[in-house]
Each structure stands twice: as C-alpha cells, then as structure tokens.
C-alpha cells in the first residue's frame, strides 16, 4: 500500500526529472533539452509581454495614455512614418496600427500628412500635444526603468537582451 501511495504522488511532487538529460535525447515532453529550454524561454517572454503591457499602461495612464498608443507615438518621435511602416516596426498587423492612428489623430497627438512617395499612404507625424504627451510617458519610463535595471543589473540584462536579439533574428530568419 505505501508503495501506490508513493506511485501516485509521484507525479504531484515533480512532474519533471530532478536534472535535465546530458545528451540530446527527447525528455518525457518530447523535446530535446534544447527544445525544453526554448520552449521555457518562450513562455517566460509572453509571460512577460503581458506584465510590460500592464506596466506599459500605468506609466502611459498620468498622460491619458494606453501602451498600444504610446508605441505608436513613440514610433513616430524621429519622424513621420506610414501605419504599414510603423506596423513593420511594431511587429503588429497594420489594420490594428490603423486604429490606434486613427485615435491619436481624432485626439490631436498625430496628424496624417501627404507622402511624397506614395499617393494614398499618408505619414503620421507628433504635434506639439503628442510630444508632450510622449515626453511625459518617456519621464516615467526612465525613472521606472533605472530602478528596475539596478535591481537586476546591467550585465544581466545586457546578457539577456543578446540572447532574446539572436532568438528573434533566428526565428525571423525561418519565417
């Protein structure tokens, strides 16, 4: 009886082995090692999307802001950029870019001007209320981010940020 009771907990207690295989071989999820530690890594990050997103809505929030709106206006501080071009940038699908364009200029913090290469695709530029309203989210972000970077430390993040970078020029490269 107390040998059941040990083969039922077993799986309660860990559901993984103690130390991950030396070799190659597929562990009990089918993966390689390799494939384990990708796939945690890539749950971590969308993980953390979330959290960045919900941070990214607080520190937007004082300037009547959302994240979604500060990315675009962010991505239009140098210069006015088309939505597909901001889309590209974003990682975003266009028609989304659009909406989100569409808002910022019905309230005065872009405006769309003509394009000289491109009849029908307008450039979406900052006025003077969308500079003011993304150098109050960049304020805060700073200040957030220098706390935040000192509690981890800029070494690891440095690590980090160049393994997430060869992540994303790999899976981008075999899209």
Do not use: C
Request: no cysteine; charged share 25%.
């Amino acid at each position: 009886m107390k040998k059941s009771i040990g083969i039922r907990q077993h799986p309660v207690k860990s559901a993984r082995p103690a130390k991950a295989p030396k070799d190659n071989l597929a562990s009990e999820s089918g993966r390689t090692a390799a494939g384990d530690a990708f796939s945690g890594l890539a749950m971590y990050v969308l993980r953390l999307h979330g959290l960045l997103a919900a941070a990214g809505d607080e520190l937007a929030r004082p300037a009547g802001q959302t994240s979604a709106r500060w990315q675009v206006l962010a991505a239009i501080e140098d210069r006015p950029k088309t939505v597909a071009h901001i889309a590209r940038i974003l990682g975003l699908a266009r028609q989304s870019v659009q909406r989100v364009a569409d808002v910022l200029e019905r309230d005065g913090l872009a405006e769309y001007e003509a394009n000289p290469d491109h009849l029908r695709a307008k450039l979406l530029k900052l006025t003077a209320t969308g500079h003011g309203a993304l150098r109050s989210i960049q304020s805060k972000q700073r200040a957030w981010a220098d706390a935040l970077g000192a509690q981890i430390g800029e070494a690891k993040l440095r690590q980090a940020a160049a393994v997430l970078a060869e992540v994303f020029q790999k899976l981008q490269s075999n899209a």
